[in-house]
């Protein structure tokens, strides 16, 4: 026998019951979740190769929450497209013409907010590490690494974080195992590259023959060497000078 369907009293008030608290919670962090996912990364690409800045440009459009905004193909280019697209990292080669990665990194650095900086390059002397990270550079990549290094660096930079791949790393603490030579220790240094006698630096430098003297045995006992020609072969290996 069926049942007789009954329609609701008109007079009957639809009851709405109270979402609890916690719903409420969760249900605001996934949309917070999911605005943080759809952000995406800015990058400005910084390399005088242009083969490289296409390839890269391609590595990283693979990435959703990736987007390169702009690409510069040196040092000045770079420091002007950073003011004109405000991107969120910027990847830099070291050597670059106009300005190179060092210079381009100091200069940045002197703006407020401070920008986020990556180094990506196929220089692995220690000294060109540490004066990257020195200079402001919260990232330091070599062109060989692989992709997926790439993004997570890129990642944890935007986070406001430093990254280090652990090869990069024990350079650094290589690096940092030496002892540094002082600035005007590298001026003579630099000096001493160029062929230059102490009586020649020391007109170049102007300070005394004596005071250089003292410089360059300083020098060659931080670097271990016997003689100028094994400091200045040392000097290069670590990047304390650029390679003629």
């Not at 060109?128 to 070599?142: C, E, M, P, V």
């Not at 603490?173 to 220790?185: F, I, M, P, T, W």
Request: hydrophobic residues 40%.
């Amino acid at each position: 026998m069926r049942r007789a369907l009954t329609k609701p009293s008109a007079n009957k008030t639809l009851e709405l019951r109270p979402i609890p608290i916690a719903s409420l919670v969760l249900l605001t962090d996934q949309i917070m979740i999911s605005s943080v996912t759809d952000q995406k990364i800015r990058i400005l690409i910084a390399d005088d190769h242009p083969i490289f800045r296409e390839g890269l440009t391609a590595i990283l459009s693979l990435q959703k929450d990736m987007k390169v905004v702009g690409k510069a193909s040196d040092g000045e280019e770079a420091c002007r497209l950073y003011d004109q697209l405000s991107p969120d990292v910027l990847i830099l080669d070291l050597r670059m013409p106009k300005k190179d990665g060092l210079e381009v990194v100091r200069e940045l650095m002197s703006r407020a907010p401070r920008p986020r900086l990556i180094v990506l390059t196929s220089s692995e002397k220690p000294e060109d590490l540490r004066r990257s990270l020195t200079a402001g550079a919260k990232g330091y990549i070599l062109k060989g690494t692989e992709p997926r290094q790439i993004w997570s660096t890129i990642r944890e930079v935007f986070a406001g974080n430093s990254s280090l791949p652990d090869e990069v790393a024990a350079k650094l603490a290589d690096s940092l195992a030496h002892l540094q030579l002082s600035e005007r220790e590298l001026q003579v240094l630099d000096q001493m590259a160029l062929g230059k006698s102490n009586k020649e630096i020391g007109q170049q430098l102007y300070i005394s023959e004596y005071t250089v003297k003292n410089h360059v045995k300083s020098v060659l006992k931080k670097l271990n060497a016997l003689g100028r020609t094994e400091a200045i072969a040392t000097a290069y290996e670590r990047g304390l000078i650029k390679t003629p």
